[in-house]
């Protein structure tokens, strides 16, 4: 599921995915200290050490290693077998571990890269730029296995990105009193820039400097505390929504004047967020001030339409693949009669109708991901899509017995996962087969296990990992569970 991500929308209107993989939820990307939570944290020391030997990388990608004299460290940007000199710029009261910063690597290892990137563990967003691709393929594959040790899954080779830079179709920007546009840097609320991302589109990195560009050059106060783009890697367009903290926000209509002269700009929204904190968005609706028409999408051969509100994944052209496999799982044979749960704008859905799915019940609170769903049906020609705007929660809760049998159930839900009602409600549910997408190992390996104990007629089959997110820590994970019958 990020980090899986809802373009912003009013967040009156409820939406089953609160809190998606990578979610737009907050400001991109003040990252919490490492260490155990609540760990209380000794005096900086500025001691350099050398000859610290790094044994693996944690699920996070920290650099986890020894000093010579045996003591524990973790710092970032290294990788296992490496041997390097590090400073130590804090130590944990309660284990004694060391957090370090890599003042030089005397013994690099043959996974490692050069970054392309100049901010490169400075602006919290990527953090396995120095890995090469083989590396973060068997992080992640490993990240995976690990959490799902205890179910006996087998998991599979992860399945790679279509391509490792330039992906991410989402951008969240901090912008920083004194014009720069960026993000919040590890641990610390310091604006660090991001200019020539390698993982932005390149349509949002060129509409990003025009921004940066009208910034530096302005006269007068301005109210903008983020900038929020999607990109359509089918129109090489992209929709803004600028996020300031008042309604009537100063400097704001010399901006929107300047950005519509962009033929790339699509579409410009206004939003007011007066809250404290780093939440993106507040309770107030999305305004639309510019508007081309409809922002259209395409993953693979299917029409999808991008929308305020309305779930889509940030690496189009990845999730192309996921959604192709979850089709392949979920249907060995033509006809099945599917169940979506937390459907978004349709991905799946349209996917499974278009490999033969005879009809697909697709189920999602946000009511401006289920209009794009029904679009899209209609520009797709597809039929037999069902679409309820509920909550999981709320359709588990009231459904039928008639409409509780099912060939193939499909969740996709958000990063925290599947609550009790849902996983009640599958326990219920008359299904042959369970695909399970899944951003986050930890909450995965934990709803199966809650479901295994529900029925143990449940068995997990497969993992399939998924290379949504290059670059990153993060994974995507497709599992498939069946029902075998009792003896």
């Known amino acids: 599921m990020r980090p899986t991500e809802s373009f912003p929308g009013p967040k009156s209107t409820p939406s089953s995915r609160p809190q998606p993989c990578s979610a737009p939820e907050s400001a991109p990307e003040r990252q919490a200290e490492p260490g155990a939570p609540g760990e209380s944290e000794g005096q900086v020391a500025l001691a350099v050490i050398a000859g610290v030997e790094i044994e693996r990388l944690d699920d996070a990608s920290m650099a986890v290693g020894t000093t010579p004299d045996g003591r524990a460290v973790m710092v970032a940007g290294a990788l296992p077998g490496e041997v390097l000199t590090m400073r130590v710029?804090?130590?944990?009261?309660r284990t004694g571990l060391l957090y370090g910063q890599i003042q030089e690597v005397t013994r690099p290892s043959p996974d490692r890269v050069p970054s392309p990137c100049a901010n490169f563990l400075r602006c919290g967003g990527c953090d396995l730029l120095h890995a090469n691709?083989?590396?973060?393929?068997?992080?992640?594959?490993?990240?995976?296995?690990?959490?799902?040790?205890?179910?006996?899954?087998?998991?599979?080779?992860?399945?790679?990105?279509?391509?490792?830079?330039?992906?991410?179709?989402?951008?969240?920007?901090?912008?920083?009193?004194?014009?720069?546009?960026?993000?919040?840097g590890p641990h610390s609320?310091?604006?660090?820039?991001?200019?020539?991302?390698?993982?932005?589109?390149?349509?949002?990195?060129?509409?990003?400097?025009?921004?940066?560009a009208w910034l530096h050059a302005r006269a007068g106060p301005l109210d903008l505390r983020y900038v929020l783009m999607r990109a359509s890697t089918l129109t090489r367009t992209v929709a803004i929504t600028l996020v300031?903290?008042?309604?009537?926000?100063?400097?704001?209509?010399?901006?929107?004047?300047?950005?519509?002269?962009?033929?790339?700009?699509?579409?410009?929204?206004?939003?007011?967020?007066?809250?404290?904190?780093?939440?993106?968005?507040?309770?107030?609706?999305?305004?639309?001030?510019?508007?081309?028409?409809?922002?259209?999408?395409?993953?693979?051969?299917?029409?999808?339409?991008?929308?305020?509100?309305?779930?889509?994944?940030?690496?189009?052209?990845?999730?192309?693949?996921?959604?192709?496999?979850?089709?392949?799982?979920?249907?060995?044979?033509?006809?099945a009669r599917v169940?979506?749960?937390?459907?978004?704008?349709?991905?799946?859905?349209?996917?499974?109708?278009?490999?033969?799915?005879?009809?697909?019940?697709?189920?999602?609170?946000?009511?401006?991901?289920?209009?794009?769903?029904?679009?899209?049906?209609?520009?797709?020609?597809?039929?037999?899509?069902?679409?309820?705007?509920?909550?999981?929660?709320?359709f588990l809760r009231r459904m039928p017995p008639p409409e509780s049998r099912y060939?193939?159930?499909?969740?996709?839900?958000?990063?925290?996962?599947l609550s009790p009602t849902v996983l009640e409600g599958l326990a219920r549910l008359s299904w042959e087969r369970l695909v399970y997408m899944s951003c986050n190992p930890s909450s995965?390996?934990?709803d199966?296990?809650?479901?295994?104990?529900?029925?143990?007629?449940?068995?997990?089959?497969?993992?399939?990992?998924v290379d949504l997110f290059p670059q990153t820590k993060h994974v995507e994970t497709v599992v498939l569970a069946e029902r075998v019958a009792q003896r």
Do not use: W
Request: net charge negative; proline share 5%.
């Open 89 to 93: 710029v804090r130590t944990s009261r």
């Open 244 to 335: 300031s903290r008042r309604e009537e926000a100063e400097g704001l209509t010399s901006l929107v004047e300047h950005l519509k002269d962009d033929a790339r700009v699509a579409r410009i929204g206004l939003h007011a967020n007066a809250t404290e904190g780093d939440a993106l968005l507040g309770d107030a609706p999305v305004r639309t001030n510019f508007d081309r028409g409809p922002l259209e999408e395409r993953l693979d051969d299917i029409v999808h339409y991008i929308v305020e509100g309305a779930f889509s994944q940030v690496n189009p052209t990845a999730a192309a693949r996921a959604y192709r496999l979850v089709s392949q799982l979920a249907m060995p044979v033509v006809g």
């Open 444 to 446: 995965l390996a934990r």
């Open 339 to 394: 169940l979506d749960l937390y459907a978004g704008s349709g991905g799946i859905a349209l996917r499974l109708l278009a490999d033969g799915a005879l009809h697909v019940v697709a189920v999602e609170s946000s009511a401006a991901a289920i209009e794009a769903a029904r679009n899209a049906a209609a520009a797709n020609r597809e039929g037999g899509l069902s679409l309820y705007a509920e909550p999981v929660e709320a």
């Open 448 to 465: 199966l296990e809650d479901l295994g104990r529900l029925d143990p007629r449940i068995r997990f089959v497969s993992a399939h990992p």
């Open 407 to 417: 060939d193939v159930v499909v969740a996709n839900p958000p990063r925290k996962g």
């Open 189 to 212: 609320h310091d604006v660090v820039s991001m200019s020539g991302c390698v993982v932005h589109a390149p349509e949002i990195e060129a509409i990003a400097e025009n921004v940066r």
């Open 133 to 184: 691709t083989e590396a973060q393929h068997r992080f992640k594959e490993r990240k995976v296995s690990s959490a799902l040790a205890s179910l006996g899954v087998r998991v599979s080779k992860i399945v790679p990105a279509p391509a490792n830079f330039g992906y991410r179709a989402f951008a969240k920007f901090v912008v920083e009193t004194s014009g720069s546009l960026g993000s919040y």
